[in-house]
């Protein structure tokens, strides 16, 4: 079965748009928001963390989670995508290692950074949290 | 890296907010799950006000749970990236048939300013 024009929007939107708004839950119950960068591969939503931070807590007490994907702020038809899915926390190696991902570099990290982050993520102090979606909507002007 | 280093200050973050118009708002949906969805944002004169759409899931959300976060980030550069978050509840303030606008009462503001880091 052909999956449903509005599935295929929200992926090419993925595929192309990488400023993500993650929630999760705090302790207490209440929501809390953590603006990333994320990758869209394999059918999930990838994102680079360190171990020990709130949002890797949050979403290892719940994994139930939402990504808000977004335009710029100021994109003429500013649009997004509604991600609502479970997280879980992926060892390093299980990582897309296709080149195109490694390489994957959003617009204003330099290379510097990048190189960082891969080093943390071998010394283990940096993980990968992928996010399979449970169902999909859009948002904003989408043509 | 620890948070309180790179924090604004409170009149850098109500600046930063004053200038922004639009913020995700996160939510928790009846299911219990997180939820988030664009909105307008206006602040002024010290107060969150925001709004969405009347019958799409943030508002809905809000009826069940008023605890709510809104986020406003701007990313120019690695170095230049800026965020406020303010959590608090949500209190009803409006209805235009299509819009509700609602403002953040017991707001806790949390920022992040990495042109603040040491490098």
Not at chain 1, 51 to 78: G, H, I, Q, Y
């Amino acid at each position: 079965m052909a999956p449903r024009p509005e599935t295929t929007t929200a992926e090419d939107f993925l595929r192309a748009h990488t400023r993500t708004f993650l929630l999760t839950l705090r302790p207490d119950g209440a929501p809390t928001c953590h603006p990333m960068v994320d990758l869209w591969r394999d059918g999930a939503l990838w994102l680079n963390t360190y171990r020990r931070s709130a949002k890797v807590r949050n979403l290892t007490a719940e994994p139930r989670v939402a990504c808000v994907v977004v335009t710029d702020d100021d994109e003429p038809r500013f649009r997004g995508v509604v991600l609502r899915g479970r997280a879980e926390v992926v060892a390093a190696p299980a990582a897309p290692a296709g080149p195109d991902a490694r390489a994957a570099r959003p617009p204003g990290v330099g290379a510097e950074v990048t190189e960082r982050v891969r080093d943390r993520l071998a010394e283990g102090k940096r993980v990968l949290v992928r996010i399979v979606p449970e169902a999909m909507r859009l948002v904003g002007e989408h043509a | 890296m620890p948070r309180q280093r790179v924090a604004m200050s409170a009149d850098e973050a109500a600046a930063f907010l004053v200038a922004k118009r639009r913020a995700i708002v996160g939510t928790r949906a009846p299911d219990g799950a997180p939820d988030g969805e664009p909105a307008a944002l206006a602040c002024a004169g010290g107060e969150v006000r925001f709004s969405v759409p009347r019958d799409g899931p943030t508002a809905r959300n809000l009826r069940h749970d008023p605890r709510l976060v809104v986020s406003v980030e701007e990313f120019p550069s690695y170095a230049g990236i800026k965020g406020v978050a303010v959590h608090g509840r949500a209190v009803a303030i409006g209805d235009d048939g299509e819009r509700t606008s609602f403002r953040v009462a017991a707001p806790r503001v949390e920022s992040f300013d990495f042109a603040k880091v040491r490098r």
